[in-house]
């Protein structure tokens, strides 16, 4: 007969579902429910805009010493995890946390869990791929990772199911706020300017007449990623055409608020 075909744990229609119950215990506004409804044919953002960048990605060597496995997964701190050999040039696949526990659990030595054996495959999705789009595609293949690539099929980063969630909730959070875009917000005590991460390179030099190198980057927390090398902390800070940009909030890997300030 048919093989039966797992679903998924949530399928697009729970999400809709899982709104319209919000909206009408009264725990969504109205606004809200529409933007959450949008959010499942949300175009206007591409996974470039959300991935974690190359440079910020995270992984585990493949030869690391079966002893000092537990340690590093604890260190990583994510559910799944990036398997390569050496660095992110050599791929190998996804390494589901509780996979591995799973096998530790049924060996009598840490030595004898073969990290290769219970890899999942690499999951590329395109850079140009709307997170409206991927948010389905995650939850009708039940995938929780995927590496994003450019045109020619090189890695530029990764996005992950919750990286989708939270901007959704990011933005539904932030609609308290004035659109920071929108507006140009007072100077701080200090003489900074206290931006939203996802204000465009672009508009943030329009505002204030900065020169910010905006051929690369798109948002500030872009251009942050980029100059630095690595995703950056709270507080960690860098140096641009004369201006110091300072990473002022988070939110998981979403640099929520950039200080900029003259240098």
Same mark, same amino acid.
């Given at each position: ?18 709104? %319209? ?24 953002? @591409? ?66 869990? !073969? ?44 996005? @992950? ?36 991460? %996802? ?5 943030? !030099? ?12 798109? @948002? ?25 940009? @300072? ?17």
């Amino acid at each position: 007969g048919l093989a039966h075909k797992s679903q998924p744990a949530y399928t697009e229609a729970d999400v809709r579902g899982a709104i %319209n119950l919000g909206l009408e215990h009264g725990t969504l506004a109205p606004t809200q429910h529409q933007m959450l409804d949008a959010v499942l044919d949300l175009n206007a953002l @591409t996974l470039k805009d959300i991935m974690v960048h190359r440079s910020a990605m995270v992984g585990l060597d493949v030869n690391t010493p079966p002893a000092d496995l537990p340690a590093t997964l604890g260190y990583l701190a994510h559910s799944r995890v990036l398997v390569w050999a050496g660095n992110a040039d050599s791929l190998l696949g996804i390494l589901s946390v509780r996979d591995y526990l799973k096998a530790l659990a049924q060996v009598a030595s840490r030595h004898e869990v !073969n990290l290769r054996a219970h890899l999942q495959p690499l999951y590329f999705v395109p850079e140009t791929t709307p997170i409206g789009h991927q948010l389905r595609q995650f939850l009708s293949l039940r995938k929780h990772l995927a590496l994003v690539v450019d045109e020619f099929g090189d890695v530029q980063g990764l996005v @992950t199911l919750e990286d989708i969630l939270e901007e959704i909730v990011g933005e539904i959070a932030d609609e308290h706020e004035p659109a920071l875009a929108q507006i140009k917000p007072e100077p701080q005590a200090d003489g900074s300017w206290l931006l939203g991460g %996802n204000l465009p390179v672009r508009d943030a !030099n329009r505002l204030y007449g900065w020169q910010l190198p905006d051929d690369n980057a798109v @948002t500030l927390a872009g251009l942050m990623i980029e100059t630095l090398g690595h995703l950056p902390v709270q507080g960690e800070a860098c140096q641009l055409a004369g201006l110091v940009l @300072t990473v002022q909030s988070k939110r998981g890997h979403r640099l929520e608020r950039v200080a900029v300030k003259a240098g």
